[in-house]
Structure formats: C-alpha cells, structure tokens
C-alpha cells in the first residue's frame, strides 16, 4: 500500500498562515492527481484544493481561493498546501489524498482512494 506522511500541522491565530507537507512512499509511479480535503466536527469531509500532477491548473474550494495555494515538488513525490490568512472556521483535521486512476482530481472525497491519516489545524480566534 502506497503511504501518505502529512506533517506541518498546528495551533495559530486568526489572520496566520501555516503550511502543510504530505510526503509519499511505496509506489512505483507517481499518482495522476494529490488533493488536500479537511473535516471539521460533526460536518462531512470536503475538498480542499486538488491538482493532477503532469500539470494544470489547480482546483480550489470557493472557501479558501486566494488564501490557500498548493504545490508540488520537482520529484512529484511531496505536496505542500501553503494556507494564509487563517480563519476560525479553517479549524478541521486536514487529510492529503493521492489517486492513480486517470479518472480523479475532484473535489469530492469518495472518488479518492489514498489517505493519509491527517494533521489537525486550529485557528483561535
């Protein structure tokens, strides 16, 4: 099984900024697509931002375009969610998400079949 580290997350007021890595291991070919989603208690998982890794324009939720950016490195191996101006309803556990099927990159979690296991993000009012 292919396996998804996220790390970077944290606690940071309002108005800060924090920057997420996922690193990928144990595969033989890179994912066609890598995602960021983010579930808050007691709502349903949601997509953040997702992008295919031959290139492309980036997808992002209404709720975080022009806040947040993602990237990926020159090995395609780790994605980074670079998040800016925080704000208290950001607070979620924050998920990277990997696929290797030519058919993915939505914003919709269950089309997506690798998972990290999270890293929780706080904002404080």
């Known amino acids: 099984q292919v396996q998804l580290v996220e790390s970077g997350g944290g606690s940071v007021q309002a108005g800060g900024s924090l920057r997420l890595s996922c690193a990928t291991y144990?595969?033989?070919?890179?994912?066609?697509?890598m995602g960021w989603f983010r579930q808050a208690p007691g709502k349903e998982r949601e997509g953040v931002t997702t992008?295919?890794?031959?290139?492309?324009?980036?997808d992002y939720a209404n709720s975080v375009k022009g806040r947040f950016t993602v990237s990926l490195n020159n090995a395609k191996d780790t994605l980074y969610l670079q998040m800016n101006s925080l704000k208290p309803e950001d607070t979620a556990m924050y998920y990277c998400?990997?696929?290797?099927?030519?058919?993915?990159?939505?914003?919709?979690?269950?089309?997506?079949?690798?998972w990290g296991q999270g890293t929780q993000v706080t904002v404080s009012s």
């Open positions: 992008i295919y890794t031959d290139g492309g324009n980036p």
């Open positions: 998400a990997a696929d290797f099927r030519p058919r993915c990159g939505q914003l919709v979690p269950y089309t997506w079949n690798t």
């Open positions: 144990g595969y033989t070919y890179s994912p066609y697509c």
